[in-house]
């Protein structure tokens, strides 16, 4: 087995994947640049696919963590001012959800704790990882811990910083393509139950989700170009009920409260080539997708998965094969189905062209007529088949 792995980024993927690899036998250290205690209580509500349920299942975290889960059992997507919705629900896929709703923080918190109880796993926190170096065939990797600046050895890097960081030495090739898009997202109250049931809708100024939370809360996701966004920031909270109340009518009920704001810039990006033979990239630091189908972590979660017996079965001094060009074929094969529908969603559903619309409400019709259809798109958004 391969000896001195490093992961750098402590997010959900980056965790995920220590610990998968840690359960297997494999030594890690990870590197996260945030404090041990870092409060991530107010950041986002993520959509879990049933495959991502599965994989927390195999690191026994899912029961902890299902007590703090929200259930989606149908799943409503309309558009405004048009004809056609479609219903997704769990009975007609014969499964007990469709997806389950986390916040990142019990998401987070869950898999430390998980990590705490691994012996071949270390958490560096605080520490930032800054550069890469190779002398007489030994690779290195330096980092910042507090002030301190420390190097260690690596015969694999998994980078799983989300793509935030500028590390030296990398040599890593990124397409990017900026949306000038933006992601409002707060917490909703309604005087209706929600029922496990999730929107979708479809407007103008982008698309509108609610995920079903807790105490039959909401959490809005609106997603749209950033001055509309701007514009909607500048609304005190009465007006910004008002404005998603036009905008999404009451299929939800009347909506009572909006607390929480936050806005998330949003950005589309996806990896080309790692020119470091032995560095992998998985999560957000391999691909950002449009959160309009809650399927960026999903990916990554799975990433994690195939990355960990991919690792498994790697001799001990894989120094012949470029592990990096390997890995990446599999993942992109695994990946390209989904970051494909999501763009297409993306731009689909927020394209305004004459006969657009009409498209897009045949299209909703038609998907909720076909059972088999349905049933397909469910498992692919579910399990990526
Ligand atoms: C509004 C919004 C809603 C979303 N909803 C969903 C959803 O419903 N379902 C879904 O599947 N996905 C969703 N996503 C996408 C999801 O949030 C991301 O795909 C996911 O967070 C990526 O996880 P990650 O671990 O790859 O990266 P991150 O979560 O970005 O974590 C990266 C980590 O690396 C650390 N780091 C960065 N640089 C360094 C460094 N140099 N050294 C050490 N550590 C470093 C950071 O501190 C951070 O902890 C949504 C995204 C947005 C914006």
Known sequence: MIKSIVIVGGGPVGLISAALMGLNGLHVTLLESKPKDFDHKDSKALALSNSSVFILSRLKI???LEQHATAIHEIHTSQKNSFGRTLLSSKDCEEDALGYIVSYA???????????????????FNSEAKSLKEMNFEKS???TEKNATKSMLYSLLILADGGHSKIKGLKIVREEIKLDHAALVSHLETNKKHKGRAYERFTAEGPIALLPNKHDTY??????????????LKLDDEGLLKSIQANFGSRAGTFTKISNRKTFPLKSSRLVNINNSDVISIGNASQVIHPVAGQGLNVGIREAFTLSSFVHDLPETPTKLNIAREFNAMRFNKSADIINITNHLATFFSNDLVGISELRGLTLTLLDCLSPLKRRFVKKMSYGE
């Not at 990590?115 to 958490?123: D, G």
């Not at 959490?219 to 909607?232: D, F, M, Q, R």
């Open 62 to 64: 899912w029961r902890l």
């Open 106 to 124: 019990d998401l987070i918190n869950a898999l430390k704790e998980k990590i705490n109880t691994l012996s071949t796993v270390k958490i560096l």
């Open 141 to 143: 990797i330096e980092f």
């Open 219 to 232: 959490t809005v996701v609106w997603t749209g170009p950033e001055k509309n966004i701007s514009e909607l």
